[in-house]
């Protein structure tokens, strides 16, 4: 069957309500679409400004019969959503990405053991379903104990020394199924946002340094200040990955540098925390490429414009000094080539995801100095 082009003003469908979608719907309202997002929070960032919000659980049958019945194409923003609620959806209109290769990126060992049947590059690895499979083998240790599911934001994860720390930690996450991954001395992070549409043509952004705080993405900068060599191969890497996935709809892709190595660590099915500087600072953002995807529409330019550093906003900012108080948003906004954005959440949790700005300009340095000193300002 030839894929038709869907046009505006036709209703899309997204399946999850955080910023991710948020930023979905508002690429989609510029494009001249409509959106019914699903989220069962009824304060949700991108339920509160989409056209309809059906606020129920993910697996929703009158939900989900609704969405089937209402929207021309559908995608999702949150990699939990059950994949059968993909599959469901996917008998009567369109859904990218597949419930299969969302079902890989929602467990770390069908991932991992994707990539290495794939021929990508992994760091070593262990499954483990029971903890006799916990290694004894001193070469597998200091090692990070990873729940298989659910795990985001450094969430699920212990750091072990040794296999007495790792049976520990392993009964600490309740004997879930995990998998255990040497600890690697890491140069740098890197990550490749893409896009890859039904005709597997594929744009992907320009490869972003990603730096983590507590686990949780702190900063990117695009483009990355690594080899052009390094930079490449990421591009490569994460094409070949998109394509032996099948995959179609945007894609987020994670690398650990380890000298000149580059080793995928997990991926993202849908836009991605370290694509946020394309909103700024590409022709084409990863959401409206998201929109683009879904609708048949061809594939936008990814091509960078602007040097650019994202900061993310945590609800730590809020509480910073043990002190409830608003950030100094009038101080971040004195710079004049900073984009902020904010998702709208009410409660500023620890770790909580509330808001980013990205500073563009043409001088990497002074975009990275301009970038640190309003994050300072911020508190
Ligand atoms: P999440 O789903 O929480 O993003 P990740 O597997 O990406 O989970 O881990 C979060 C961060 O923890 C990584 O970006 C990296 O900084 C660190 N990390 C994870 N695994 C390893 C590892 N094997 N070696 C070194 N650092 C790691
Ligand atoms: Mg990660």
Known sequence: MMPTVIQPPAMLGMLGGGQLGRFFVIAAHEMGYKVTVLDPDKHSPAGMIADVHLCAAYDDAAALNTMAETCQ???????????????????????????????????????????????????????????????ENGEMYPAVLKVA???????????????????????????????????????????????????????????AENSHLNGILDIS?????????????????????????????????EFFVVGNQLLVN??????????????DACVTNQFEQQVRVITGQALGSPRLHSKAVMV?????????????????????FAHGDLKMHLYGKQEPRKGRKMGHFTVIGEDAQAVLNSARVARSELH
């Open 312 to 332: 993310n906003i945590l609800g730590d900012s809020w509480l910073y000094s043990g002190q409830q108080s608003e950030p100094a948003w009038d101080k971040a």
């Open 266 to 279: 997990e991926i993202a099915p849908r836009p991605h925390n370290s694509g946020h500087y394309t909103i």
């Open 221 to 253: 900068i695009a483009p990355a200040r690594c080899t052009e060599v390094i930079k490449a191969n990421a591009q490569e890497l994460a094409k070949k990955l998109a394509t032996q996935l099948n995959y179609v709809g945007v894609l987020g892709v």
């Open 149 to 207: 599911r659910f795990g985001y934001d450094g969430k699920g994860q212990a750091r072990v020394a040794n296999p007495e720390e790792a049976k520990a930690a392993f009964h600490a996450f309740k004997q879930e199924v995990c998998v255990l991954e040497k600890m690697l001395p890491l140069d740098l992070e890197v990550s490749v946002v893409l896009a890859r549409d039904v005709h597997g043509n594929i744009a992907a952004f320009p490869t």
């Open 73 to 135: 194409a559908i995608s999702t923003e949150f990699e939990n959503v059950p994949a059968e609620t993909l599959a469901t959806l996917a008998q009567s209109t369109v859904v990218h990405p597949s419930a299969d290769a969302v079902a890989i990126a929602q467990h770390r060992i069908k991932e991992k053991t994707f990539f290495k049947e794939a021929g990508l590059p992994v760091g070593p690895f262990v499954p483990v379903l029971a903890e006799s499979d916990l290694p």
